[in-house]
Nanobody, 126 residues
Framework: VQLQASGGGLEQAGGSLRLSCAAS????????MGWFRQAPGQEREFVTA????????YYGDSVKGRFTISRDNAKNTVYLQMNNLKPEDTAVYYC????????????????????WGQGTLVTVSS
């Protein structure tokens, strides 16, 4: 599976951005897809994910009510709509795909994901 993330950039606090993650390859084998982010000097943080079976979605506490994950199955693309951005949202955002049978059991965990995109930088100014 190959993942190509795009859509990052510079935005002011309170603004919005939409990230995209285009998947190719063995997309039919994907169990869970997620977004993580990593700020300088910090660990990779869970942002959101959806599990293909059941369509369940999950959000990190820091983004609930502001970020929304969605998907276009025809385009094999996952989106991250980010509203009411805050300076603390500044980070490199990564999309990821898990293909193992238990990947969907722990969508919050980095270890559940087998493939990662290259990352896209989001900078929010105050």
């Amino acid at each position: 599976v190959q993942l190509q993330a795009s859509g990052g950039g510079l935005e002011q606090a309170g603004g919005s951005l939409r990230l995209s993650c285009a998947a190719s390859g063995r997309t039919s084998s994907i169990v869970v897809m997620g977004w993580f982010r990593q700020a300088p000097g910090q660990e990779r943080e869970f942002v959101t994910a959806f599990r293909r079976r059941g369509g369940n979605t999950y959000y990190g506490d820091s983004v609930k009510g502001r970020f929304t994950i969605s998907r276009d199955n025809a385009k094999n693309t996952v989106y991250l709509q980010m509203n009411n951005l805050k300076p603390e949202d500044t980070a490199v955002y990564y999309c990821a795909a898990g293909l193992r049978s238990d990947s969907g059991s722990y969508p919050f965990a980095v270890r559940s994901y087998d493939y990662w995109g290259q990352g896209t930088l989001v900078t929010v100014s105050s």
